[in-house]
Nanobody, 113 residues
Framework: QLQASGGGLVQAGGSLRLSCAAS????????RGWYRQAPGKQRELVAR???????IYTDSVKGRFTIFRDSARNTVDLQMNSLKPEDTAVYYC?????????WGQGTLVTVSS
């Protein structure tokens, strides 16, 4: 039910914007977020935004990434600036509800040095 888009290949220092759209209605959402999984590593939280608008970021992306809701497009977006090779990963969007988690299919971000 979640569709992620916006990944691609970018040079270090560049920017990408990821978007996550939900098809259909998802109720009792408590927060929305972006995770990533690099090759050989565990999936990790990148950023999360609650329904109240509070945000959290993993330390490595603070000051470079911004998560926000685009109400007009009904998406949760991740603006990624000053990208580094270590940001290379498959990025997954996530909706956390009272009862379960929904995951997008993942979008690959590759940052070349």
């Amino acid at each position: 039910q979640l569709q992620a888009s916006g990944g691609g290949l970018v040079q270090a220092g560049g920017s990408l914007r990821l978007s996550c759209a939900a098809s259909g209605s998802i109720s009792t959402i408590t927060s929305r977020g972006w995770y990533r999984q690099a090759p050989g590593k565990q999936r990790e939280l990148v950023a999360r935004i609650t329904i109240g608008g509070n945000t959290i970021y993993t330390d490595s992306v603070k000051g470079r990434f911004t998560i926000f809701r685009d109400s007009a497009r009904n998406t949760v977006d991740l603006q990624m600036n000053s990208l580094k090779p270590e940001d290379t990963a498959v990025y997954y969007c996530n909706y956390h509800t009272v009862n379960t988690n929904y995951w997008g299919q993942g979008t690959l971000v590759t940052v070349s040095s």
